[in-house]
């Protein structure tokens, strides 16, 4: 149950709510809307959690414009500005260069301070599904064309899970495979395919300002992003139903984890962003392009979260209209080749992206020697 101070918090801006992953497009309705899926009736647990994912992350998006709208911010907006020059003159500057931003108070830390146990209140406070989207934060510099590309992103990867946890759908490649093909007919709203180049997510001119300047706020999303990647990977690894309830019951254990303060702060919470070669390496190794298609919609959440969170942009709107086209884009800014695309998401180390969808990474994975990695996480077979 939600704590009195967590509900007032999550209810503070309820007058200003509406739809924010909703789309115009009738017809696309959420696979959790309706008839109770298979994991609603299998892990209720489970899809509260990832049914609060989308809450959580409107939910920061909006408290970040909120942040910048305020004359109290203009000493944090200062602060953020100058890390960002130091990181675009470091050499080593890169976001999976496991930065740690977690160690250090954000310039907006006062923001963040107080609001994130709201944000510890959506995660832990039950969602009825037909009811997430209304409840959903309005976010009035997101144009319609993002909303509708992360609406469509969302039901992929329901869907995705719904394939994999479904006895009768007995060929399980065939069946990503059409539901890849479905989620790329609609081409303005669906993120490529293949691995976009890392200078989309490190080079853009408002790079880092979302993980800098709100650090707990990117934590507590990438932690919930872990939590579907990790789902991913046990749900095609498990060999029997009953592994896969204990797996599932670990999985929550480990996320639960993750959101425990400890030091007055959280230092569980991911510093990098999780991706699928990372957490989920057989989900990526067997569904390559469905792999790539949710590490994409992961990095756009994040660029749109630079252009939120970047101070004094009079033009935000028209700026995450062109962050959305670029990883629409089928063909442009693509990575030259699968090996650097692993190079490039392998280089922060697992254990800053939330570790192993199992668990059992209890500290720094960087800087490994070759005999201290006895046991190497990520395997990707040759000749794919």
């Keep these: 149950m939600m704590t009195s101070s967590a509900y007032a918090a999550l209810t503070r801006f309820l007058p200003n709510l509406m739809i924010f992953f909703v789309v115009a497009c009738p017809s696309m309705v959420p696979a959790w809307a309706g008839e109770a899926t298979i994991l609603a009736t299998r ?53 999976h260069s496991a930065g740690n931003h977690l160690a250090l108070l954000g310039p ?39 909303l509708q590309t992360l609406q469509r992103g969302r039901e992929f990867v329901e869907q995705l899970i719904e394939i994999h ?33 890392d200078e989309l997510l490190s080079e853009h001119p408002y790079a880092y300002a979302y993980p800098v300047g709100f ?10 992003q872990w939590l579907k990647i990790a789902l991913l990977e046990i749900v095609l690894t498990a060999t029997s139903d009953e592994q896969l309830d204990k797996d599932v019951e670990n999985l929550i254990a480990l996320y639960n984890e993750k959101l425990i303060r400890q030091h007055s702060g959280f230092v569980a ?49 028209q700026v995450i209209e062109q962050t959305v086209a670029a990883y629409t884009d089928k063909k ?42 006895e046991n190497p996480h990520v395997s990707i077979s040759r000749g794919n």
């Design 43 to 95: 892990y209720p647990q489970l899809q509260q959690l990832l049914l609060a994912h989308d809450v959580l992350q409107a939910r920061a998006y909006e408290e970040i414009v909120l942040t910048n709208e305020s004359p109290a911010a203009a000493i944090g907006q200062r602060m953020l500005m100058d890390k960002l020059v130091e990181l675009e003159e470091a050499e080593t500057s890169h976001y």
């Design 108 to 146: 907006h830390r006062v923001f963040e301070s107080r609001v994130t146990p709201g944000l510890l209140g959506v995660v832990y406070e039950e969602h009825d599904a037909d009811q997430v989207r209304p409840l959903l934060a309005e976010i009035g510099t997101l144009p319609p064309v993002a």
């Design 165 to 197: 946890l479904d006895p009768k759908v007995q060929d399980k490649g065939a069946a990503v495979s059409a539901a890849v093909e479905n989620y790329l007919s609609d081409d303005a709203h669906s993120v490529a395919s293949r691995p976009k180049s």
């Design 215 to 224: 650090p707990q706020f990117s934590g507590l999303t990438w932690a919930s």
């Design 269 to 317: 919470l991911p510093a990098d962003i999780p991706t699928s070669p990372v957490i989920a390496p057989t989900f990526y190794e067997r569904y390559p392009e469905a792999a790539y298609i949710l590490d994409n919609l992961e990095s756009l959440k994040v660029v749109i979260g630079d252009d939120l969170a970047y101070p004094g942009l009079d033009n935000r709107s």
């Design 332 to 373: 442009a800014n693509l990575a030259p080749d699968k090996m650097k695309y692993l190079l490039f998401v392998l280089r922060g180390g697992i254990y800053n992206a939330g570790g192993p969808a199992r668990g059992g990474l209890s500290y720094p994975d960087r800087n490994w020697s070759r005999e201290q990695s």
